[in-house]
């Protein structure tokens, strides 16, 4: 029952409560900060990093859901092509049987991992730092050395961050593509398939954690 009254909120209500929540503290605290000096200017802030906090962080990840799903659809085409290889040589038991225990540890891997992981953190501090500027432009915070450099940060990270799951998607799709041509290589096939099925649960593993601290996903 709680369960179905949950739903029925998130889809009345965009921003999932967890981000409203979010919002709502991190609001209350900054703007206890300035009840010193003007209970209007500790009430403005207040609301200014509300607004931030649950409208940026959820268009941030709406924003970032758009690269996800494109990501994925690339690797769902990728893993299609390999499955046909894989059957075609008869090593889809073999992939199956070390799927588990074989990791890609190239330096290479961890990077493009880690750019996946840190995608959505920067695709909202970008839309934060920017709903913070329209506020200021508005209100007058005082605020506007920290939000820009803020911005400009984020903005900075996440065209690396895009920039390098590209070009690990280019040159899987390379792979692909020689690999079909030399379809009696068996081994580079297995290998290949096992790094590509990794790079699939990283996308998976940023996608459960978003939902886990914010309730908003990145795939559909």
């Not at 209350?28 to 009430?43: C, K």
């Not at 593509?177 to 790094?195: D, M």
């Amino acid at each position: 029952m709680d369960s179905q009254v949950w739903d029925t909120v998130n889809k009345v209500v965009p921003v999932d409560l967890r981000l409203i929540l979010y919002g709502a503290i991190c609001g209350l605290l900054t703007g206890s900060l300035r009840l010193g000096e003007s209970i209007d200017e500790a009430t403005a802030l207040g609301i200014a990093i509300f607004v931030q906090i649950t409208v940026g962080v959820w268009s941030g990840l709406r924003l970032c859901r758009f690269w996800i799903q494109f990501a994925e659809n690339r690797l769902n085409t990728l893993t299609g092509r390999l499955e046909a290889l894989v059957s075609q040589l008869d090593l889809g038991n073999r992939i199956a049987g070390e799927r588990n225990s074989v990791r890609p540890s190239s330096i290479w891997s961890i990077i493009v991992r880690c750019c996946i992981y840190m995608t959505p953190f920067w695709m909202v501090g970008i839309t934060t730092g920017v709903i913070l500027a329209a506020i200021d432009f508005q209100v007058n915070l005082g605020a506007y050395d920290l939000y820009f450099l803020y911005t400009i940060a984020s903005i900075s990270l996440v065209i690396l961050c895009l920039a390098v799951q590209y070009v690990d998607l280019w040159l899987k799709t390379r792979k692909v593509t020689r690999l079909e041509q030399h379809v009696n290589s068996g081994s580079p096939i297995k290998e290949f398939a096992l790094h590509t099925d990794h790079l699939g649960t990283a996308y998976s593993n940023a996608d459960s954690f978003v939902y886990k601290v914010t309730g908003q996903r990145l795939v559909a």
